[in-house]
C-alpha cells in the first residue's frame, strides 16, 4: 500500500495570504507537527512509500522530512503552479495511481486519531471515510448515500436529491487498484480542458456515480477529526479536538 498527500497550497484561507506562512502540514501541536504525525501513522499502518505534492514554500516541508529521518519513506512531487486548484497536485501524482497496489489519499491538513487511518487502511477495496456527525454548511464535502450507495458527493448537493444518509468527508480515501487507474482517467478531461482551478472533488465525484456499488463507505462518527482551513479550525483543533485524540 502507498500513499498520495496533497501539501502544495498556501493556507490562504487561514493565514490570509501571509508569504512568510508556513505550509499548513507544519503546524505543530503540542510540538509535533502535522507532518510528523502522519507519517508515525502511516509507517504504522505498513504503507510503503508517501508520495507528499509540494508546491509553496517547498523547502521547508523537504527541509522537515530531513529532519525527522523520512528521506527513503517520502517522494516529492512538485506542483509549480500551487496557486492554482488542488485538481493539478493530483494530476501530477497520477504515476502512483498506476493500478500495482492500492493507495491512500490524503488532504495534509487533518488532524485525527491514528483509529482513523487504521480503519480505513483495514478495509479490503476502495473505501471513503464518512463522519455523519458534522455541521451542515456550504463548507462540508458531504457523502449521499440511499440503500448504502453514493449518490452524491460534493460540497453542495442538487435540489431534490433523495438520500437515506449524508455524513461529511473527512478527505481521506483509499483506491483499490482498479479505481486508481479510473481515478487518473476521471481527472484527465479536467486537466486537458484547461479547468486547473478547481479542486478535485469533482472527478472524484464522476468515477463514483459511474459506479457505485465498488466504493464502500467506513463510518467514522464519534471519532475526534477536523480539517483547518480557517484560524478558527485552529484554535478549536488545539483545543478541543486535540484533548480528545489523546483521551483515545
Known sequence: MRAIMLAAGIGKRLFGGQETALPKVLLEFEGTSLLERHLTILKDIGVQDLTLVVGYRQELLRQAVARLGAENFVRFVENPDFLKGPILSLWLARN???????????????????????????????????D???????EPVKLCLKDG????????????????????????AKFGPAESIK??????????????????????R???????????????????WIEIDFPEDLERARTTILPKIRAL
Open 149 to 172: 450507495a453514493i449518490v452524491e458527493f460534493g460540497k453542495s448537493l442538487p435540489p431534490g436529491l433523495a438520500f437515506d444518509a449524508v455524513g461529511e468527508w473527512p478527505g481521506f
Open 132 to 138: 455523519r456527525d458534522f455541521v451542515p454548511g456550504d
Open 96 to 130: 502512483v495511481l498506476d493500478g500495482a497496489s492500492d493507495v491512500l489519499f490524503m488532504d495534509a491538513d487533518v488532524l485525527y486519531p491514528a483509529s482513523m487511518m487504521k480503519r480505513l487502511a483495514a478495509r479490503p477495496g476502495t473505501v471513503f471515510l464518512m
Open 206 to 224: 464522476d468515477m463514483m456515480l459511474a459506479d457505485p456499488t465498488v466504493f464502500a463507505i467506513e463510518d467514522v462518527s464519534g471519532l475526534p
Open 183 to 204: 481515478m487518473v482517467e476521471a481527472l484527465r478531461p479536467y486537466i486537458e480542458r484547461g479547468a486547473l482551478e478547481l479542486p478535485y472533488e469533482p472527478a472524484m
